[in-house]
């Protein structure tokens, strides 16, 4: 299963900002929104930015996306201990006909 | 607010048939996706499929072969059927819900089970 490109991990420490990559292709990141999830140990994954930019509602806006051709970033500013977490992207492949993601990055705060 | 409870068998013989449901408690079974994902160790998440409150379903191409997946309204359930399983089909499963205005996010989660399967 293909999956899109995450550095494993990163860190950084707190009230600093960090940014995470995601890099795919053509079938994916380049023509289909990016969504991120935050993955704490032991837990399911919860929403962080979907539409590639978008904040659900309750989360801070601290967190931020972006995308550009192929590749989308998430960044967290201001960073704080409860951001240390996994987290994920994920997009539509439209040559599989399924979402992929993202291998997981685990960021910790120094 | 929206709460998804799930369960199932947690540990497999190669070849049995793995299954899984979901119950959606406090918000609307109608009008959205549900979907599968698992994560295993070395593979990160994969998708497996979803399926509408109407019964339409869609399923991941890799495993649609093996895959079976149902609803029933009357109880805003539902749920996963994978056959002939394989350690390979070992993971974490998660259900969650699918939001369309979201470019189709996975909004709301259930906890997941653990399923294993070992001679």
């Known amino acids: 299963q293909s999956v899109l490109t995450q550095p494993p991990s990163t860190s950084a420490s707190p009230g600093q900002s960090v940014t995470i990559s995601c890099s795919g292709g053509n079938s994916n990141v380049r023509i289909n929104v990016v969504t991120w999830y935050q993955q704490r140990p032991g837990t399911a994954p919860q929403l962080l930015i979907y539409s590639s930019h978008k904040r659900p509602s309750g989360v801070p806006d601290r967190f931020s996306g972006s995308k550009s051709g192929a590749s989308a970033s998430l960044t967290i500013s201001d960073l704080q201990s409860e951001d240390e977490a996994d987290y994920l992207c994920a997009a539509w492949d439209d040559t599989l006909m399924a979402p992929l993601f993202g291998g997981g990055t685990k960021l910790t705060v120094l | 607010q929206v709460q998804i409870q799930q369960w199932g068998a947690g540990v497999l013989k190669p070849s049995e048939t793995l299954s899984l449901t979901c119950a959606v408690h406090g918000g609307s079974f109608s009008g959205f996706y549900w979907t599968w994902v698992r994560q295993s160790p070395g593979q990160g998440l994969e998708w497996i499929g979803e399926i509408h409150h109407s019964g339409h379903t869609k399923y991941n191409p890799s495993l649609k072969s093996r895959l079976t997946m149902s609803r029933d309204t009357s109880k805003n359930q539902f749920s996963l059927e994978l056959r002939s399983v394989t350690a390979a089909d070992t993971a974490v499963y998660y259900c969650?819900?699918?939001?369309?205005?979201?470019?189709?996010?996975?909004?709301?989660w259930g906890p997941g089970t653990t399923v294993r399967v070992s001679s």
């Open positions: 969650a819900r699918v939001v369309e205005e979201m470019d189709d996010a996975f909004d709301v």
